[in-house]
């Protein structure tokens, strides 16, 4: 009797010792922070491109009719790349660009494809312009979607929500995303970038990504942000933070880092990633 007692207790050790073990790894892997910073490369190039596109079509006279408002944007384009066909109907302006010869860079990026810009509202409490792009490139990048972008007058930023999918032109390789950020003026003025606060999000092959956005500093000319801070959460479920601090005019360090190790990339102008430490 006391040996048929003790038989349970003997083999619920045994048995707990022969389960495996179903956590799973959360230690941070240099794989996974080299695509999360190729992923963030990625959508800031995009984000990047339809900024200068933004940026071109904000010089006009607030206050005054939506249709003066467009003529004053279809003026300042002409201008800046009279490479551009610009038809305007009422406060529409449908923009093919390259389709005349001459310049056709602004900010850094060689304009392709077509944009439509619809100014919506032009007064002291609100401004409104509707953005649409179709096929619309840098020779890097192709992006198709709208934006709705509306001017806080008294902070100096204006808030751009969107919807778009973007291509990389290398590899055709597609995601589609959302966003809705504020984007303000760095201290070097427009020419040099912006500073964007928000968030965004995107569906890969691999899942969905989401991304928190804190007081990042973008140039127009660099594939990833020149300083400030990302919170990214991965399609498996992992929270990283990003940081990022400028190397030299040609290299910016992104620090992938999560509660169980870091990495840290070099990126260059063209894109290029490269691992060039990691510490646990």
Not at 52 to 79: D, L, R, W
Not at 91 to 103: D, E, F, H, K, S
């Amino acid at each position: 009797m006391q040996l048929r007692h003790l038989l349970p207790a003997l083999i619920l050790p045994v048995a707990l010792a022969a389960c495996p073990n179903n956590k799973k790894d959360e230690r941070l892997t240099l794989g996974e922070a080299a695509e999360a910073v190729t992923e963030i490369s990625f959508a800031s190039q995009a984000e990047s491109l339809t900024s200068a596109s933004v940026e071109i079509s904000t010089s006009f006279t607030i206050g005054q009719a939506v249709e003066n408002a467009a003529q004053e944007i279809k003026s300042f384009v002409a201008s800046q790349l009279p490479c551009a066909q610009i038809t305007l109907e009422n406060a529409t302006l449908t923009i093919v660009y390259g389709a005349l010869p001459g310049n056709c860079t602004y900010k850094g990026h060689k304009f392709e494809g077509s944009h439509s810009v619809s100014v919506k509202a032009n007064a002291e409490a609100q401004v409104l312009v509707h953005h649409e792009w179709t096929a619309f490139s840098n020779g890097k990048v192709t992006v198709d979607g709208s934006a709705d972008v509306t001017w806080d007058l008294s902070a100096k930023s204006r808030r751009v929500q969107h919807t778009a999918t973007w291509t990389r032109n290398s590899d055709q390789y597609m995601v589609t995303g959302s966003g809705d950020r504020t984007q303000s003026v760095l201290s070097g003025g427009i020419l040099e970038g912006i500073q964007v606060d928000g968030e965004r999000n995107w569906k890969t092959p691999r899942g969905e990504w989401d991304l928190g956005i804190d007081g990042v500093q973008m140039r127009w000319i660099d594939p990833v942000p020149q300083a400030g801070s990302y919170t990214l959460v991965t399609p498996k479920g992992k929270s990283l933070s990003l940081s990022f601090n400028r190397v030299d005019e040609d290299t910016i360090a992104v620090t992938v880092g999560s509660n169980n190790g870091s990495f840290t990339f070099n990126v260059n102008k063209i894109g290029s990633v490269q691992n060039t430490d990691s510490s646990s």
